[in-house]
Structure formats: C-alpha cells, structure tokens
C-alpha cells in the first residue's frame, strides 16, 4: 500500500484501517482484534504511520503493504518463536503475512503474549538486542 499524501494521513487507526487497500483490511482487522485480544490493557495508537498497541511502550505494530500485512513484536519475540515462523516470510523483527491468506491467529497470539511478557514483566524495550 502506498502511503497515504500528507494532507490525508490517517491520524487513528480507524482512519488508517479506513484508508487501507480493499484486500489488506480484512487482514488488518483480523491482526487489530488479536492483539487487542491478547494485550487488552494496551493503548492503540498510531506510531510512524503504523497502528501500534503499547503498555509503558510499544508491545507490537502491525501494518498493510501491496502483497502482505506485516506484524512488528520486534527481534527477541521473533527469536522466541524461530522455528513457528520459519514458515512464513519475516526479518530480524518483522513477520509477513500474504494478504490471499488467513492470518495464523494462535501463533499470533501466542507472539503478542510472550511481547506483553517480555516487556512488562521483564521490562523488555521496544528493539533491544540481547
């Protein structure tokens, strides 16, 4: 998906989901209710143009682009579940999900969680490295 012009960037993340290709927002909206799901204390918001879900900081963000819908839990919660995602295309702190596809929601979830752990409970920050 191309970014929005300037003057029309979303400023929620209704208006992001809102503004978001026809075939990435039924994926967006599957990614916004797990997480929502899985981190309900967590404030939504926009962050770098991303919808982003933070509780002392940024848990996850996820976002739509021309072929897939990306999740960002960042690096140490993709090396938690290495060998679950090595079926699905990803980076160092980046998981992709084709948009012809549903998304894996338990692994999902399952990600989210071990985010909320990792930065609540252990005071984990948003892209620390080990």
């Known amino acids: ?3 929005p012009k300037a003057s029309a960037r979303p400023k929620t993340v209704i208006e992001y989901l809102a503004a978001a290709d ?8 599957e990614l916004r209710k797990i997480v929502r799901t899985a981190a309900p204390g967590a404030v939504e918001s926009l962050k ?3 919808p ?6 940024i848990l996850v ?5 021309k072929n897939h819908v990306s999740l960002f ?12 995602l090595a079926k699905h295309d990803g980076s160092g702190s980046t998981v992709r999900f084709p948009l012809d596809q549903p ?3 338990t692994l999902i979830r ?7 752990t990792e930065s609540v409970e252990k005071d984990g920050k948003w892209r620390t490295e080990p």
């Open 103 to 105: 998304v894996p929601a």
């Open 22 to 29: 026809n075939r990435a927002r039924p994926r967006l909206r």
């Open 48 to 50: 770098w143009g991303m």
């Open 110 to 116: 399952r990600l989210v969680k071990h985010r909320v």
């Open 1 to 3: 998906m191309a970014p």
């Open 73 to 84: 839990p960042g690096t140490p919660s993709i090396r938690a579940f290495k060998q679950e």
């Open 52 to 57: 982003a879900h933070s509780y002392k900081r």
């Open 61 to 65: 963000m996820y976002a739509a682009f």
